[in-house]
């Protein structure tokens, strides 16, 4: 549910991603040229055609529809075209004037020769005596030698530029009565230009930045010179998390890599070390016009619907096997949601070692809730590296130094900026800040994005004061009943420093008020949802709790979770009061300090009782008072900050978290003086092209004597919804632990096995599959079968026990389920494996789970 609604408020502003159009790098009086290649006869739109210009070293090839677009310096007047089985055409061009050639390409006599002698069936790919297949292995093993971690020092500049737009508008939408105040947004192009003929251009990104690199000792550095965004109203959307999620789905692509990430994903590398055996290869021409001379290699995925590129290779012939250009595209029918068309384009310039660095990235993708047609939107992040040097040293202290605070890089001047810039903006683009900032001042544009926030991240803002979540006013459960709830919290307009959050809830069935009440502080004069974070925070609460249920990202008291299987009847009301610092560091790197006096009263079916089981032996409360520390680590961790909750966008790196609790015995009426010790890592592999696995461990330790509900309640799911990370046919407070360690995989294929299927393939849809594993136990001090002064495991109307202590078997369940059906559910059959004598325990369920990812 997480990844829906975060999906969801960026669709509160763009309905989809578009780009505005390949911008043109002109070099002084550079000639724009661009068309589209068909065959002379069929007229049938021909890909991969290379467009080149003789002597210039420089070229292009057509796309899947085939167009292209060039720019070609000023001192050259032809461009050649050239694709195999076609004969070579040149055409000349006027310089320094834009120019649009349609070209087309008749037949090689030659080549029709040659498919009659060897037979309409082609030969059977193989990689055997196959040159092309030799040449790629040549790349690969050349790789490492190509990539700039191979020199001492590196420095570059970096300008990074990203725009989204509606795209491929009808006018019939365009002239619809609610854009009757928005026309001034809507822009004309030409009808071959990517998006169509009218785009909605909505959101523009530019960041200019310092790189530097060495080698030994391997050091990063990056300044940050300057970054400009489309801002929206802050009450509304999160700026920095939309540019955090959007440089997610763009992210940069490094050709020698294994594995390429894009939208998330990872795609296996055309270089990758295993290559050859998931692509084919071919030999489709000789540059032999550039120095050096380039081999044009093509190459496709062996099965089309894998997650997997296809495209082209320039790779120089002067024994250094390096990639001067590369052009990467997929399938329509790959297994990607929402892609109407993905196209990249690396080009690579000389070093004065003759060897070549990346100048220049283009990534363009065209979304849509169709593949083939309607609107949508097109985004494109186009990268230039300029300023490149090698070998320069630079004392170790210069990686150490502090670099440009983020207040300094968003005030830079306009001129600033057209002085950095490698190339002007267009005058689309140059319109899209100015749009946007007149675009939130109409009166029925801000009421119309604040309903979808309201609907969508759920508050509704009143200037100082917005009310919410909306998914939390209304739920039931055994205890309570019918459950209305009213809350909501003051926003940056009120103070930056101070907040203050609150809410009321009412049970119609126990007829009792819950609230809370929380006052924040921040420590570094920036809000207290803007990382890093650095605050002191007061609360109360009295609510309802049950034991052992821990939510990520989810109100416990969301109305579709008030669905569950089973007896829930075990509830707690808690009175907690808390007092944390929380102190966040660049590094990602952080600390909690917390002191938390709680009180837990059982409610429903749930009892505190010692000794026998005797009713008149109940206790009415159990008071605890407990310090904490916390620590944790989550390297290069980004995240979008929605309205309630921060949440982490997964990246390859480790998340570390460890907590250490202890309770006071004595101290403001605690009754257990006792130790907790928790350490959990979260790690995400990726295993293209066989989909990605989520691993997570997790182990605990109590030190002392406490009664069951401070031992380690395990985490249990009642309700019908797949939780990731508990255990989805455990019932609740089923075990406890004061030792434990445990396993968590879920590993998604990403349709590996679905995509080779005849018909199944088309539905997209991907296989997951998942194990949890859980070892614990109690020591004889902590087991209330031998220690009757201790609270006893809870027993059901006739008298069989419902709490366990796990054996030396572990707790076990496994599922398999299909994912992106209608590219929004994820379905699994779960089977709990062990402990089937257990009461009221499930062997087998059907457990759903929202999720829309790319």
Same mark, same amino acid.
């Not at 677009?69 to 032809?78: C, F, H, I, Q, R």
């Not at 790629?136 to 700039?148: G, L, S, T, W």
């Given at each position: 549910m997480t990844s829906l609604s975060v999906r969801c408020q960026y669709l509160a502003v763009v309905y989809a991603i578009l780009l505005l159009g390949s911008p043109a790098v002109a070099l002084g009086q550079a000639t724009s040229i661009e068309g589209v290649v068909t065959d002379a006869k069929t007229k049938e739109k021909l890909p991969f055609v290379s467009v080149a210009v003789p002597g210039a070293g420089i070229g292009t090839s057509t796309d899947e529809n085939g167009r292209f &677009?060039?720019?070609? $310096?000023?001192?050259?007047? @032809?461009v050649v075209f050239t694709s195999v089985g076609y004969g070579t055409i040149t055409k000349a061009i006027t310089p320094g004037v834009p120019q649009k050639l349609d070209v087309q390409l008749a037949t090689s006599a030659t080549a029709l020769k040659e498919v009659v002698v060897q037979g309409a069936k082609l030969p059977r790919y193989r990689n055997k005596e196959n040159p092309a297949v030799a040449l790629?292995?040549?790349?690969?093993?050349?790789?490492?030698? +190509?990539? $700039?971690e191979r020199y001492d020092y590196v420095e570059y500049s970096k300008y990074e530029k990203m725009s989204f737009a509606l795209s491929n508008l009808s006018d019939k939408f365009k002239n619809r009565k609610f854009f009757r105040n928005y026309q001034f947004l809507f822009q004309k192009q030409d009808s071959a230009a990517a998006g169509g003929v009218n785009i909605l251009p909505l959101y523009l990104e530019e960041k200019l930045a310092k790189e530097y690199y060495s080698k030994n000792p391997e050091k990063h550095k990056t300044i940050a010179l300057g970054t400009k965004q489309v801002q929206f109203d802050r009450n509304f959307i999160d700026n920095g998390g939309l540019s955090t999620y959007f440089n997610r789905m763009y992210q940069d692509i490094d050709i020698y890599d294994n594995r390429i990430t894009i939208l998330g994903n990872q795609l296996l590398s055309p270089l990758a070390n295993s290559a050859p055996s998931f692509y084919q290869y071919f030999i489709t021409d000789t540059l032999r016009q550039n120095t050096p001379q380039l081999l044009e290699l093509s190459f496709a995925p062996r099965n089309r619907e894998d997650l997997l590129f296809r495209g082209k290779l320039y790779v120089t012939l002067d024994g250094n096997y390096a990639v001067q250009q590369a052009e990467? @595209?997929?399938?329509? #029918?790959?297994?990607? +949601?929402?892609? &109407? @068309?993905?196209?990249? #384009?690396?080009?690579?310039?000389?070093? $004065?070692?003759?060897?070549?660095?990346?100048s220049k990235s283009e990534l363009a993708i065209d979304f849509g809730v169709s593949s083939s047609k309607g609107s949508g939107f097109y985004g494109e992040r186009t990268v230039v590296y300029q300023q490149y040097q090698i070998n320069q040293a630079r004392p170790e202290s210069f990686y150490e130094s502090a670099t440009s605070t983020a207040d300094s890089l968003t005030a830079r001047s306009p001129a600033f900026w057209q002085q950095n810039r490698p190339d002007s903006l267009s005058q689309l683009e140059s319109a899209i800040y100015k749009n946007v900032d007149t675009l939130q001042t109409i009166p029925s544009f801000r009421r119309t994005l604040g309903l979808y926030t309201f609907l969508l991240a759920g508050y509704k803002s009143f200037g100082v004061f917005e009310v919410g979540p909306a998914n939390a006013f209304y739920s039931f459960n055994p205890v309570e009943g019918f459950r209305l709830r009213l809350g909501g919290r003051t926003t940056p307009e009120l103070s930056k420093r101070l907040y203050f959050e609150t809410y009321a809830a009412y049970g119609f069935k126990d007829e009792k008020w819950k609230y809370y009440l929380s006052s924040t502080y921040s420590l570094n004069n920036k809000s207290v949802y803007t990382f890093p974070q650095n605050f002191v925070r007061a609360s109360f609460q009295r609510d309802t709790k049950i034991p052992g249920q821990e939510l990520e990202f989810v109100q416990e008291d969301n109305f579709l979770l008030s669905f569950k299987r089973g007896v829930n009847d075990k509830w707690l009301y808690n009175d907690i009061y808390r007092l944390d610092y929380v102190h966040e560091f660049d590094s990602h790197f952080s600390y909690t300090? /917390?002191?938390? &006096?709680?009180?837990?009263?059982?409610? /429903?079916? *749930?009892?505190? #009782?010692k000794g026998a089981n005797d009713s008149s032996t109940d206790i009415a409360a159990l008071h605890t008072t407990e310090l904490m520390l916390a620590l944790r680590w989550a390297p290069k961790e980004t995240f979008y900050q /929605?309205? *309630?909750y921060r949440v982490p966008i997964i990246g390859p790196y480790p998340v570390i978290t460890a907590r250490f609790t202890a309770g006071l015995k004595g101290l403001l009426a605690g009754e257990y003086s006792y130790q907790n010790l928790a350490l959990n890592i979260k790690k995400r592999f990726y295993l293209a092209p066989f989909g990605i696995s989520d691993v997570t461990v997790e182990g605990g330790y109590t030190f002392g004597q406490v009664p069951f509900p401070l031992l380690t309640i395990h985490r249990a799911n009642q309700t019908y919804s797949y939780q990731l990370n508990s255990y989805n046919l455990m019932n609740f407070l089923e075990f406890s632990s004061d030792q434990y360690a445990s396993l968590f995989v879920d590993h998604n294929f990403n349709g590996f096995f679905f995509n080779k299927l005849p018909l199944i393939k088309h539905l997209k849809l991907r296989e997951v599959a998942s194990l949890k594993l859980l070892y614990g136990g109690l020591r004889a001090e902590n087991n209330p079968v031998r220690q009757l002064e201790l609270y006893q495991f809870l027993q059901d109307n006739q008298g069989r026990p419902t709490t366990f202590a796990l054996g030396r078997q572990p707790y076990a369940e496994a599922s398999v389920g299909i994912a992106n059906i209608f590219k929004l559910f994820r379905l699994d059959v779960v089977?709990?494996? !062990?402990? *089937?004598? !257990?009461p009221n325990v499930t062997e087998w369920g059907l457990r759903g789970r929202f999720k829309v990812d790319f």
């Open positions: &677009k060039l720019e070609v $310096p000023a001192a050259y007047t @032809s790629i292995r040549q790349v690969i093993e050349h790789k490492e030698q +190509n990539r $700039p990467l @595209s997929v399938d329509r #029918r790959i297994n990607l +949601n929402f892609i &109407k @068309s993905l196209n990249a #384009r690396l080009q690579f310039a000389e070093n $004065p070692d003759k060897r070549y660095h990346l300090l /917390g002191f938390k &006096k709680w009180q837990q009263s059982p409610a /429903g079916g *749930l009892y505190f #009782r /929605g309205k *309630l089977k709990r494996i !062990n402990y *089937l004598d !257990n």
